[in-house]
């Protein structure tokens, strides 16, 4: 174990980015395995969870706090870090705690179950690399025997069983020959010691022996057997490790096959790194002289503005100067007034009124500018006010020389993927655009990196019809422009049904009840009105009455593959059933629907009359699972395997995939493509999607994707 790594030849070098913790940017210490198999020191989980723990509490009773609660967080109490390591632990009696916090290294929170961190895999072969890492970087660092009396010796050797180091003597004396003790493990010096068996987190007593491919996890065969991982493909460790391990050596040879080609790629990127750095100082300089062309702009106009304004306020000035001296001078004519009270001392009559005239003119101006005075300028200078509304919009906008086409986006709503994908996009300068690329590829993680597929279209959407069942593609697009072509779009990731699209429309006979449905002409859409009805009755209701369910089922039978289909549950739907139905079952129901469609009769339809136990498998005409109130409710099983949660909410499109060889049918998550409950099924007789409503409520099928209708839209 130990001394075989230890002896080899490892390569240290370049890996300290690897053994560094994204949570405290320090060597592991006692790294733990997230569920998104990101590692993380184990005390950095606790003060994770502290942390996210002290801000869920400030958001609701110290919002006066303006400090961080990662700040506060230096000296975590002991008292906390007990309780949040503690399995089980509750926040009160009434409310459980929820084990979640966000990974450091992916920044996804994610959820550590009701074991918290005592169900997490402590990432044993990562400590044994950073012990090493240590020991290459101390180098003449010799570790010390943990038995030697002081002063102690340099270890020889490390026992893995008695998790201590040993020097010779120390060795001899505590593992003698012909003891149990000497059988035991040793190895080099070290001060890493992990246990020799991995053992299961959840189920303590039980060792690590099988490998969950679905979860990607070591598991026990207790897990298999009843816990989370009962209906999950596993395979035996030793399968496991012989698969990764060639993965793993795989890509590795096929890097270091590769070591020529990132060395002149790595040149390449010096070149251009340089390249960047001149361009970018050129550019700058660029910008500069820009702006000190405006600046020598606004110079020059603000020359010109001041000196108007400089001749308005001389004229004005001016103006108001004159008007002055002329009241002025009616003030040098003080006098004027004790003249002409002598004026009128004058006796002779020809002498007075020779005299009195003109007097009389002089004094009869000066009231008159006295009576009506008016300023000769105006002070304000409003029509001077420079209006800079219409340039500093123009300068807040100024930004760099486009090429003349902007990057189109993908819109993640209108694209989707059923029997075909449906790839839609939008460009602000959709009539400036030539044409468009559509590149797409499928996402393969075991083999390398597939190639880009592209495809010219005119538009701004198209349809790709040869995508492969249950695969991820990504695709992204990029306009064109005459010789111009923008950057490729953010990519966009989807994931193909998991079997071949089976097309069928809504069955206008086979046990239809035309008063309580409504199907439109072309049978793809089913609304429930049997509300209406019940109320027109209410007189006559009484006591021990019930509402039924309402069954209506595809057109088409399934007797052989495996099929999927896909429809929308409205959100105001109050209970929907949806799944499949047997031929057989379905006579057995026409024959008798009185029986069938009671509510005690369905499965898992909230009454609790027993049978859903006792007869799950043989009695009931329908595999079916409930959704209705915005919420997806998974049915009782009859196993002990049954979901911690039983109720999820409302997806916007369920897919059902039925194996019919296989006898299986399971129900997905459209917008993510993920199964959420799956179960056996018999299919000794044709099978027929089933529905089934009760009260208000509507199913809508998927709109099958075509290329035909989409060129129809495009030309309207």
């Not at 399968?239 to 993965?247: D, G, I, P, Q, V």
């Not at 057995?588 to 006792?614: C, F, I």
């Amino acid at each position: 174990m130990e001394g075989d790594g230890a002896d080899s030849p490892v390569t240290i070098k370049n890996i300290e980015r690897e053994l560094i913790c994204p949570a405290c940017k320090e060597l592991f210490t006692h790294p733990l395995i997230l569920p998104c198999q990101h590692s993380i020191c184990h005390k950095c989980v606790k003060e994770l969870l502290l942390t996210f723990d002290d801000s869920f509490n400030d958001v609701g009773s110290d919002n006066s706090n303006q400090s961080s609660p990662r700040i506060r967080l230096h000296s975590p109490s002991i008292d906390k870090l007990d309780r949040i390591s503690r399995p089980g632990w509750k926040r009160n009696s009434l409310t459980p705690r929820t084990t979640t916090l966000p990974c450091p290294g992916c920044e996804h929170v994610v959820d550590l179950g009701e074991r918290g961190i005592n169900g997490l895999f402590r990432n044993f072969t990562l400590e044994t690399i950073v012990e090493r890492y240590r020991q290459a970087a101390r180098a003449a660092t010799a570790i010390m025997c943990d038995l030697c009396k002081p002063p102690p010796q340099e270890s020889t050797k490390s026992c893995m069983d008695c998790s201590a180091s040993y020097c010779n003597e120390c060795f001899k004396i505590y593992h003698p020959w012909g003891t149990v003790k000497a059988q035991h493990e040793y190895v080099g010096p070290t001060t890493n010691f992990r246990p020799k068996i991995l053992m299961c987190p959840e189920h303590e007593t039980e060792r690590i022996n099988m490998y969950c491919e679905l979860c990607r996890r070591p598991v026990c065969h207790l897990c298999k057997l009843g816990g989370n991982h009962a209906n999950h493909r596993v395979t035996s460790m030793s399968s496991a490790y012989k698969t990764l391990k060639e993965k793993l050596s795989k890509d590795i040879s096929y890097l270091i096959g590769k070591e020529s080609q990132v060395k002149s790629q790595i040149s390449e990127l010096n070149l251009l790194m340089k390249e960047t750095e001149c361009n970018g100082d050129r550019a700058k300089e660029d910008a500069i002289e820009q702006f000190e062309k405006l600046r020598g702009i606004l110079e020059e106009r603000k020359t010109f503005v001041l000196k108007a304004i400089d001749a308005s306020k001389k004229l004005r000035l001016d103006k108001f100067q004159t008007q002055m001296e002329e009241y002025q001078g009616l003030l040098e004519n003080s006098g004027l007034v004790g003249y002409a009270q002598e004026v009128l001392e004058e006796t002779d009559h020809s002498c007075f009124v020779q005299t009195a005239k003109q007097l009389h003119l002089r004094i009869q101006k000066a009231t008159e500018s006295l009576k009506s005075f008016r300023p000769a300028a105006q002070t304000s200078f409003e029509d001077y006010i420079v209006n800079i509304s219409k340039q500093t919009e123009l300068l807040g906008e100024l930004s760099f020389f486009s090429s003349g086409i902007n990057v189109p986006e993908i819109n993640e709503e209108e694209s989707r993927v059923y029997n075909n994908a449906l790839i839609t996009w939008s460009h602000s300068d959709k009539d400036k655009a030539n044409s468009y690329v559509l590149e797409y590829r499928k996402i393969n993680r075991d083999e390398e990196m597939l190639s880009w597929n592209e495809i010219e279209v005119f538009g701004t959407n198209k349809v790709i019809s040869d995508l492969e069942n249950n695969c991820s593609y990504a695709f992204r697009v990029r306009a064109y422009k005459g010789s111009l072509c923008s950057p490729n779009s953010r990519e966009l990731i989807l994931h193909t049904p998991p079997a071949p699209v089976f097309s069928f429309l809504f069955d206008g006979k086979c046990g239809y009840n035309n008063e309580h449905l409504v199907l439109n002409l072309k049978r793809d859409r089913v609304e429930s009105r049997a509300g209406f009805n019940l109320l027109l009755a209410a007189d006559r209701i009484q006591v021990g009455s019930y509402t039924s369910l309402d069954y209506i089922i595809g057109d088409v039978g399934i007797t052989r593959g495996k099929h999927f289909w896909a429809f929308r549950v409205e959100p105001y739907s109050y209970l929907v059933k949806v799944g499949v139905a047997s031929s057989d079952k379905l006579q057995e129901w026409l024959r008798s629907p009185r029986d069938a469609v009671s509510p005690r009769y369905e499965q898992d339809s909230g009454h609790d009359s027993g049978s859903e136990d006792t007869c799950f498998d043989s009695s009931q005409p329908f595999t079916l699972v409930t959704i209705g109130m915005k919420k997806f409710f998974i049915p009782k099983s009859p196993t002990f395997n049954e979901p911690e949660n039983r109720v999820l909410p409302m997806p916007t499109s369920v897919g059902v995939c039925l194996d019919y060889d296989k006898g299986k049918v399971s129900f997905y998550d459209m917008d993510h493509m993920k199964c959420l409950y799956e179960r056996q099924v018999d299919c000794s007789h044709t099978m027929y999607p089933a529905f089934a409503l009760m009260g208000s409520g509507g199913i809508q099928l998927e709109e099958t994707i075509t290329a035909k209708y989409l060129e129809y839209q495009e030309n309207a």
